[in-house]
């Protein structure tokens, strides 16, 4: 089927990656090189439902526009191929290096069927990600406990050494080290209750300032943990703390060797609906992190990448807009996707809310709502600041500045429903809305 068809169909979404056919889940192998994001997943190349995991690939120089390449990983003796990481080997650590481009390589778990047990395995491709040879001597970490999982190594430069945190079992984690990325040694384990698979470990500025700091040892569910880590122990200085509060957002990674020092993140929007469709599940958009005082203290905080404005199409604009009850706003627009920037004083309305293809999100009590999932939201200085991803199949929630993101899944009304703003019970001050009409990233 040609691309031009293949894209366009009713519940396809327009700019959150899908592959052309089948299922996928977990992204894998986030990686930059040479202008190239990398995004590996999860893949059924055979089915519409889980299964067969092998990892397929896509490339794009923006993280907007991506072009599905050939499959990278394929199951063998050892098991299907599960979810891990990438890194650049920009010293030849591994000894892989053939040529003059670096050597990219992948770790994932082998996913073994009984009595093959679940390990730890490598990868390498030394033309930019194109083709990849599976290191002879696999796996590199032997079976630890039931089904230890999910690889993400990075290179931690204060101690010379890559480290990698793993996924062992319940809510428990660990992390390992190694100099060659062949033989790993075991650090330290640590729990982060409420959270499993899918770890990532990273270090970001406290409000922009590099001379303090704080790491976060992240869980699939959005769960985190604030603390420090010298290369050898993980010290925990908070309980886990929640940075995903949507019911489909689900293991997110970050990619290694991002340019410009941005941390950049991508998740599963796991339980989506896609009747009919050659597809089965999304990514969701990808977004930008760092770590910021909030009232409630340090907090990792979420917002879309500065990049979704290369999509944007025609702009309607209201600045110090009183929306009355029963007055409703509805921009002149038939789009589907949007990219809408609204801050607003809720001041004593009862709700304010808009309806999004037929469907409430609303904020009303200190809460904002969407289907059946409500989640607290104060006012910073008696505003609100909400930006908010629109898609055919698709929302996500971004709220004063991104100290709470939520990503939803919904399907929406057969029916063409406006766009509408609403205020109930007194006037809501808009102080600013910018609603952007996006075009899709398939054309």
């Known amino acids: 089927m040609p691309d031009d068809i293949l894209y366009a169909e009713t519940h396809r ?7 052309k056919s089948n299922w996928t889940n977990d992204p894998n192998g986030l990686v930059y090189y040479r202008g190239e994001y990398h995004l590996f997943f999860q893949h059924n190349p055979t089915g519409i439902t889980w299964g067969n995991m092998t990892w397929g690939h896509a490339i794009s120089s923006d993280l907007v526009h991506w072009t599905q390449a050939e499959h990278a990983l394929h199951p063998d003796e050892l098991g299907t191929i599960f979810s891990g990481s990438a890194v650049v080997d920009w010293n030849n650590s591994a000894g892989f290096q053939t040529g003059e481009e670096k050597t990219l390589i992948a770790f994932y778990t082998s996913a073994g069927e009984d009595p093959v047990p679940f390990t730890q395995s490598i990868a390498y491709s030394n033309d930019c990600g194109r ?13 630890i406990c039931a089904q230890n999982r999910d690889p993400k190594v990075f290179w931690h430069s204060p101690t010379d050494q890559w480290i990698m945190a793993l996924y062992l079992d319940g809510n428990d984690y660990t992390i390992y080290r190694s100099k060659d990325l062949k033989s790993w040694d075991r650090l330290c384990d640590l729990e982060l209750p409420g959270t499993s698979e899918c770890p990532d470990l990273f270090e970001l500025p406290i409000n922009g300032d590099p001379n303090d700091t704080a790491w976060v040892y992240w869980g699939a569910n959005g769960g985190y943990i604030l603390g420090q880590f010298d290369g050898q122990v993980f010290r925990a200085e908070t309980e886990v703390l929640k ?5 489909n957002g689900y293991a997110a990674q970050t990619w290694s060797d991002a340019p410009d020092g941005r941390l950049l993140q991508i998740s599963w929007m796991r339980g989506g609906k896609y009747p009919a469709m050659p597809f089965n599940q999304q990514m969701s958009f990808p977004v930008e992190l760092s770590l910021r005082t909030t009232r409630d203290g340090i907090r990792l905080c979420r917002e879309p990448i500065a990049e979704i404005g290369r999509l944007h199409h025609q702009t309607y604009q209201w600045n110090d807009y009183a929306l009355i009850p029963g007055e409703n706003l509805a921009p002149a627009t038939h789009s589907q996707l949007f990219d809408i920037r609204l801050e607003i004083e809720p001041g004593k309305a009862r709700a304010f809310g808009i309806k999004i293809r ?21 006012p910073v200085d008696e505003r609100l600041v909400l930006q908010l991803l629109i898609d055919r199949t698709s929302l996500e929630i971004f709220g004063n500045r991104g100290e709470l993101s939520m990503s939803i899944c919904y399907l929406p009304e057969a029916a063409d429903h406006p766009l509408v703003f609403y205020a109930e019970g007194s006037p809501a001050k808009v102080i600013s809305l910018a609603v952007h009409e996006l075009r899709s990233a398939w054309t």
Not at 243 to 247: F, L
């Open 243 to 247: 940075a995903e509060h949507g019911p």
């Open 358 to 378: 037929g469907i409430d999100l609303r904020y009303e009590g200190g809460k904002i709502a969407f289907q059946n999932t409500e989640v607290a939201l104060d």
């Open 13 to 19: 979404p327009q700019f959150h990656f899908t592959p």
């Open 131 to 143: 083709s990849w040879s599976k290191y002879h001597n696999n796996p590199v970490i032997e079976h």
